[in-house]
T-cell receptor, first 113, second 111 residues
């Protein structure tokens, strides 16, 4: 196991609702990244947090937002859910050295109906 | 050119076969490359890192051609347990340690 845990594992929401996904990073890892993986696609980078600050963002609209807490755990919030937001959401933590292995959580499978 | 492009697949091979996956990347400044393995409905897991011309780990060999911006993954003596999706990954040049993934190539090994 990677030591990265995500909750919940599965979630069903209605279009227009808001959702919060959570991630606990591996001990000692101060960088957390979030990815969206649609069916049949590779993971797409949403954003990254380093020491509680957003440290880069992919091509996702502002209704995707996040937080990182002092213990380096993180949340991904999505407002005004759309059907196309249905995907596997992956959290990955990396150690302070950078450019090394990313450790992924098991993901949260979100279905928007 | 897309940031990371992979062979579309799927690859269906018998046990014991040798199979190779190809990947091209657009950022010529990239210094490190990765192959991740993803089992059905699971999270990606690092298979191999490539920092110079190549890397070998048992039955798996990754090769890098910087001039052509091309990475390959060779699997020898395929096992049933090698059935998975293989993702070619390059670090983002825009955000810290973020990663850019290819769409993945699916491998199915049959007996």
């Amino acid at each position: 196991e990677t030591g990265v845990t995500q909750s919940p594992t599965h979630l069903i929401k209605t279009r227009g609702q808001q959702v919060t996904l959570r991630c606990s990073s591996q001990s000692g890892h101060n960088t957390v990244s979030w990815y969206q993986q649609a069916l049949g696609q590779g993971p797409q980078f949403i954003f990254q947090y380093y020491r509680e600050e957003e440290n880069g963002r992919g091509n996702f609209p502002p209704r995707f937002s996040g937080l990182q807490f002092p213990n380096y755990s993180s949340e991904l919030n999505v407002n005004a859910l759309e059907l196309d937001d249905s995907a596997l959401y992956l959290c990955a933590s990396t150690p302070p050295r950078g450019n090394t292995e990313a450790f992924f959580g098991q993901g949260t499978r979100l279905t928007v109906v | 050119r897309k940031e990371v492009e992979q062979d579309p697949g799927p690859f269906n091979v018998p046990e014991g076969a040798t199979v190779a996956f190809n990947c091209t990347y657009s950022n010529s400044a990239s210094q490190s490359f990765f192959w991740y393995r993803q089992d059905c409905r699971k999270e990606p897991k690092l298979l191999m890192s490539v920092y110079s011309s190549g890397n070998e780990d048992g039955r798996f060999t990754a090769q890098l051609n910087r001039a052509s911006q091309y990475i390959s993954l060779l699997i020898r003596d395929s096992k049933l347990s090698d059935s998975a999706t293989y993702l070619c990954v390059v670090p983002s040049n825009q955000a810290g340690t973020a990663l850019i993934f290819g769409k993945g190539t699916t491998l199915s090994v049959s007996s």
